[in-house]
């Protein structure tokens, strides 16, 4: 059997491009906005007069629209050609499958206006993400233009009550802005997701989309009521409120979609179409057509057995398995986001000495990140992001 169109560390990397992409623009919004705050070395002496007249000149919005343009420019380039070569290895994959049970090949799998009304879909998220997304300060979110008149909003309401300097003033609004960063809102449940994130998850929707049609109609076809189950390492292993919960404990299996079967059902095992099954939220498993008598295991029993061997650690005088490894990392890889987010701004705003002890501490995070990786045997996300497809 030819190998699965996209293994598991692969569908994690395909979305990390066009999440980088944005995580550049939130800097270099965060670079437009904070810079324009900022009084040629003076401050500590700034007035409210000096403020009203720096507010006076506004902002040129131009800029700043043109950075979203040109990301929105390469992100729908990027998310096109991704999303077509997607297509492109179902259809190879697929092909392959029903050449090797001697099965005449259709002429379409998958026909093209339903791999056009995904993309479509597809677009018109990141279309939705693009002008919806804003900074969240408190509850308030601010487009990125209106920023800079908050960020000065707010330090005039501070150093009219005395308190503080324009210095200070400016450290707080720089850092709030730096600590959210991008965040889009849906607006009927009031979630909130950073960029990156939304990103991603829109990528994948995509992806997962397509991939789900191709197994679909080529099972149909093949008249086959089995799937395979892909597996990884590090694979979630805690239970949970379903019995499927323990993603562990299935993955690398073969189920059918029908009850009372020679394979265990994929609903009732695996949670085939819930939130915290099979190809659920956050879920990296995808199930692959199975022709009985003609395709053979991915993994045996005992590979299975023995797939987190080696990965996890103990670390500062805590154990983590290999499913809790790869959460620890995602929170520090989160955190670093945030710190380079804060450095920028502080940059920008020409608060060095601020700008230095994020630094530092950017430094130490980056040293802890290398060090439980290589401790819990995982690649880092620079290695996961090199993952080529």
């Known amino acids: 059997m030819p190998k699965y169109p996209f293994s598991p560390p692969v569908l994690d990397a395909l979305p990390e491009e066009l999440a980088e992409l ?19 070395d003076q ?55 029903i050449d090797l049970a ?15 009304a995904i993309k479509r879909q597809t677009h018109d998220t990141f279309r939705n993400l693009t002008a919806s997304m804003g900074f969240l300060v408190g509850n308030t979110m601010l487009k990125p233009a209106r920023a800079y008149q908050w960020a000065l909003d707010n330090a005039e309401m501070q150093i009219q009550s005395g308190a503080i300097n324009y210095n200070q003033a400016i450290k707080t609004v720089v850092k ?54 892909s597996a990884h390492a590090g694979a979630r292993d805690k239970p949970g409120p379903s019995p ?22 994929i609903y009732e095992v695996c949670g085939l179409g819930a939130v915290d099954g099979l190809e659920g939220a956050n879920c990296r498993h995808r199930r692959n057509v199975w022709v009985e008598g003609v395709s053979e295991r991915t993994y045996t029993d005992e590979q299975l057995a023995h797939i987190d061997d080696d990965l996890g650690c103990e670390f500062d ?55 439980f990786s290589v401790a819990a045997g995982l690649p880092e996300q620079r290695e996961r992001m090199k993952v080529l497809y």
């Open 43 to 97: 401050l500590n002496e700034v007035t409210v007069q000096d403020i009203q007249a720096l507010r006076s000149h506004g902002i040129d919005l131009k800029s700043i629209e043109e950075s979203i343009s040109k990301t929105a420019g390469i992100s729908k380039q990027k998310l096109n050609s991704l999303l077509n070569d997607v297509v492109e290895r179902n259809q190879k994959y697929y092909t392959e499958v």
């Open 22 to 40: 944005f995580r550049a623009l939130e800097i270099t919004l965060l670079d437009e906005i904070c810079s324009r705050l900022v009084f040629a």
């Open 317 to 371: 005088g805590k154990k983590y398995t290999a499913y809790e490894a790869t959460q620890m990392q995602r929170r520090v890889e989160r955190e670093a986001r945030k710190l380079k987010r804060e450095k920028a701004a502080y940059k920008a705003a020409g608060l060095h000495e601020d700008e230095t002890a994020v630094n530092i501490r950017l430094r130490r995070l980056n040293a802890k990140y290398k060090a």
């Open 176 to 229: 709030q802005l730096a600590d959210g960063g991008l965040k889009v809102v849906d607006y009927e449940s009031g979630h909130r997701d950073q960029i990156d994130v939304a990103v991603r998850r829109a990528v994948m929707t995509g992806v997962n989309q397509i991939c789900a049609k191709y197994t679909e109609q080529s099972a149909e076809y093949l008249e086959t009521p089995y799937f395979e189950v």
């Open 244 to 265: 499927w919960s323990n993603h562990k404990n299935w993955q690398g299996n073969v189920y059918s979609i029908c009850a009372g079967d020679i394979y265990p059902s």
């Open 102 to 116: 001697h099965v005449t090949q259709p002429e379409t799998l998958v026909d093209a206006a339903t791999v056009d």
